[in-house]
């Protein structure tokens, strides 16, 4: 049995931790913050529940290995999910084209809005049923062989491999379906990247979990805690360092030392090599961090207490703003989705309304920069979630006094939470003609220092942070020369 010493408790921390249990090791997950599970989190303000992390969980279909994976870590099983019919609504010039549960729906929608778009939308409708063939990203019951169905998709999927979302928009003569098409993860993703989710969305495989972020990660922080494992919350770590007989030790903000087999890095790379083990990031980290075309972001996100339930949208929706908005929120396009179907998130017969506007690196820096004045950075925080707050009454008149600002938060907020360097919550963007492999987990010249970290494979997320926590496990065991998981 080793003892593993885990820095870092979001998902990748609390994975590490929970699989380590399920080896015979015993593992400690020191979290800097107050409560496990890091961007998979949400908070109250007054009777208000926020959610900050879940717009849809992947793996929520039982055929898929990924929802064997999220049980084990006690995030799913027992628990309820929500399938919503839309993932997301795109509305332009009083045009709604939304992306239903039924793909047949959505099909159905697209050409009665764009019937000169007929073969172009068969095609696209195809290629979402090819990527379905994969039984591990949909989770259909697939009643042919799903190797040879795979290999039969291949030639149709390497079409949009090498197309952008923008790219594959403009394939569309429809101005509405091309917005429809970039609405959600803009033009310089990775068609195939967009294909994926709706294939994910359309097989069931895309739901929310009942009670949200917050709610996910007590059950997994619960999960580790029950298989024995050990949770130091307020513990920050400050440097790694190796002891004469090859023991990891760690030491802490609060002047305490931790000693242990191996150490497990489930942090933001920055805070990895620069802080904690004085070393220049590897350099198949630092090619992606240099490449403009998988660059980072993040967002500017509004909550806002609507007093009513019946709201006039469901789900995400999507929606374009004034030019002169535009330049100021610097998107061109405003999300906002809406809990109704969390009852406990609000007062009987209220719900919340949350916005998101994504911002590229130097936006984010600049936020960040920003928040060190904290009289302008309230103020532009104000601006921002006012001018949202007018865009939401202006295309619907109904919710008209009935929104009230409850909070506003930013990449400086992200940067403060979690360390991360522009205060992104997810890795790079994944551009067209990129399959997004793996880096290393090890630390050269550490062969007792595990890294796991969402930042290990673009465009990183929940499950790849739980996969590469497991990973970091078995590496341990290989390395322990014990069974696998």
């Not at 790219?167 to 068609?191: H, N």
């Amino acid at each position: 049995m080793a003892e593993i010493l885990i820095i870092g408790g979001g998902v990748a921390g609390l994975s590490a931790g929970i699989y380590a249990q399920l080896s015979g090791h015993h593992a400690t997950v020191c979290e800097r913050q107050a409560v496990a599970g890091g961007n998979l989190t949400g908070w109250q303000r007054g009777e208000y529940h926020i959610d900050n992390c879940i717009h849809w969980l992947t793996g929520t279909n039982p055929k898929t290995a990924l929802y064997q994976m999220w049980t084990e870590l006690g995030a799913l099983g027992n628990v309820d999910v929500h399938q919503p019919s839309t993932l997301y609504t795109y509305e332009d010039e009083g045009i709604r084209l939304s992306l239903h549960f039924e793909l047949e729906k959505m099909e159905e929608e697209l050409l009665s809005i764009s019937p000169e778009d007929e073969k172009e939308i068969k095609s696209f409708i195809k290629a979402i049923k090819a990527v379905q063939t994969f039984k591990k990203l949909s989770g259909n019951d697939q009643k042919r062989n799903t190797f040879l169905s795979g290999l039969q998709a291949v030639p149709r999927l390497y079409r949009y491999f090498k197309m952008s979302t923008g790219e594959l928009a403009m394939r569309f003569k429809s101005p509405y379906i091309q917005g429809f098409i970039t609405s959600m993860l803009g033009k310089d993703f990775a068609a195939l990247a967009l294909l994926i989710v709706f294939a994910t969305f359309c097989g069931g495989n895309g739901g929310i979990p009942v009670g949200s972020s917050l709610a996910m990660a007590k059950r997994m922080t619960t999960r580790f805690l029950n298989l024995g494992g050990t949770l130091m919350l307020g513990k920050e770590a400050t440097e790694i360092s190796e002891g004469e007989t090859g023991a990891q030790i760690v030491e802490f903000s609060d002047g305490t030392m931790l000693t242990a087999d191996y150490v497990v890095i489930a942090t933001e790379p920055n805070v990895a090599f620069e802080k904690l083990l004085g070393l220049a990031m590897p350099a198949a980290m630092e090619k992606h961090y240099k490449n403009p075309k998988m660059p980072r972001f993040s967002s500017i996100q509004c909550a806002f207490a609507c007093k009513t339930d019946n709201l006039p949208f469901r789900s995400d929706f999507i929606f374009k703003l004034p030019k002169n908005e535009q330049e100021i929120l610097k998107t061109e396009n405003l999300i906002i989705r809406e809990f109704s179907h969390e009852k406990r998130f609000a007062p009987k017969g209220e719900t919340i309304i949350q916005s998101l506007t994504f911002c590229d690196e130097k936006t984010c820096r600049e936020f960040i920069e920003l928040r060190k004045n904290t009289v302008k950075y309230r103020a532009k925080k104000r601006e921002f979630a006012s001018l949202i707050q007018n865009a939401i009454e202006r295309k619907f008149p109904q919710l008209d006094g009935k929104l009230r600002l409850i909070d506003v938060w930013t990449p400086a907020t992200y940067h403060r939470y979690t360390n991360a360097e522009i205060g992104s919550y997810m890795a790079f963007l994944l551009p067209s003609k990129t399959i997004p492999k793996k880096l290393d987990n090890l630390v050269k010249g550490k062969p007792r220092v595990i890294l796991a970290s969402q930042w290990l494979q673009a465009p990183g997320g929940l499950p790849i942070a739980a996969q590469v926590g497991k990973d970091a496990i078995l590496r341990i065991n290989k390395k322990e020369k014990r069974r696998k998981i």
